[in-house]
């Protein structure tokens, strides 16, 4: 009976969803073929398959990844003894994610699969919630340190969420810069959380 390497399955596992994510960045998920995905990630379609039989599983696979990776950051974040360090870390997280080429790409698909799938809208609703929930938990405990919110801190969550949420829809825009809207997130976001000030 052969025995599986852990380290080389979800090695193997982790190229399959980048090669993925590339090609449904580039043409979307109907427009990705598997032996498209094959060839980017240089293995057989027995061997897609064997991961991932369905292109529904890829696109679950790779958000789902996505997801779990954010729970880490968010958990991280509110162990932080700092408030404001922990909030720091789920922000810069995000504003990678907003810089990386391949979101405009994902984000339509995302969108796609969201209308159509009602397991992957769960999935997302769920991310959104538990990103809600953490950023009002820092939020509140900064609030308890002295810093000025603009607002009580679940709208000023709200609102921080709503913000990114705008930034990543408009991400697939003609000319949108991800190094400026940062710029100006980081604006409106130390407007909402009082520019990081303390009252005294």
């Known amino acids: 009976m052969r025995t599986v390497d852990p380290e080389k ?23 990705t073929s598997t032996a498209s995905i094959c060839r980017r990630a240089g293995i057989g379609s027995g061997t897609l398959f064997h991961y991932f039989p369905t ?18 950051i968010y958990e991280e974040a509110e162990a932080e003894k700092d408030p404001e360090a922990g909030f720091d870390r789920v922000l810069q997280c995000l504003f990678d994610d907003l810089a990386n080429p391949l979101t405009p790409g994902l984000m339509a698909v995302a969108l796609l699969q969201v209308g159509r799938d009602e397991e992957f809208a769960r999935m997302v609703v769920e991310d959104e919630e538990r990103a809600r929930r953490t950023v009002t938990v820092l ?46 997130l980081r604006a409106l976001i130390g407007w909402l959380v009082g520019g990081g000030r303390r009252s005294t």
């Open 9 to 31: 399955h979800a090695q193997k596992r982790a190229g399959i969803l980048v090669a993925a994510a590339e090609e449904f960045a580039a043409n979307g998920v109907d427009g």
């Open 55 to 72: 292109k529904r599983d890829i696109v679950h696979g790779l958000f789902g990844d996505a997801f779990e990776r954010m729970v880490a």
């Open 139 to 184: 939020l509140r405990r900064m609030a308890e340190r002295g810093t000025r919110l603009a607002f009580a801190p679940e709208r000023a969550a709200a609102w921080v969420q709503h913000l990114f949420d705008a930034s990543f829809l408009a991400s697939g825009n003609t000319g949108f810069d991800a190094a400026e809207q940062t710029v100006e």
